[in-house]
């Protein structure tokens, strides 16, 4: 009996082990497989589409945040500390919801801004689970789940859009890079 009972606790640790090296994995390379036909960062038009079909199209993590209002695990995100110039579009649909020159490190292990990039690129809700009052922030082209926002902010706004990182695309600044170049380029000119 005794012997079966480790057998199994052992089967399960391992179960518990592969799926976390396989959940590491998915996320890796999930990000940037599969987009949705309607994903563009130009076209404001509205997205509607079920979930069924959405888990068809979005990587498994991707999903579970975006369209079952998940949370991803804190401190894992590498948005949460990068400095980078550019610009944060919504992983679902392309949306462009977050400038980096608003993001700022709150240290409450997801990555954090003080504002969106205009009022209609997301759509805030009441959220009332895990018995607590909170607002939600969910995008505001494909209203997917982004995350919550608070108020303790720093300014202008004193607002905190504590934000999942899984549902972020992240683009670079062109301008930025073309300033550089042109400054390498006179540089080496003189
Ligand atoms: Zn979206």
Known sequence: MKKN????????????TFQNCYGQTSKD???DSKKAPEYSRT??????????DWQKILPSDV??????KGTERPFTSPYEHSKEIGTFYCAVCGNPLFKSDAK??????????FEPISKKS????????????RIEVMCGRCKSHLGHV????????????????????FEKAKTAEKKYEGKKKGNSGS
């Open 5 to 16: 009972l480790m057998l199994v606790v052992l089967l399960a640790l391992i179960g518990l």
């Open 29 to 31: 390379q999930g990000k």
């Open 43 to 52: 076209d404001s038009a509205p997205v509607e589409k079920a979930n069924k």
């Open 63 to 68: 999903y579970e945040v975006a369209r079952l």
């Open 104 to 113: 700022y490190e709150s240290g409450c292990g997801w990555p954090s801004f």
């Open 122 to 133: 997301i759509i805030e809700a009441n959220d009332n689970s895990l018995g607590m009052h």
């Open 150 to 169: 608070f108020d303790d902010g720093p300014p202008p706004t004193g607002l905190r859009y504590c934000i999942n990182g899984v549902v972020l695309d």
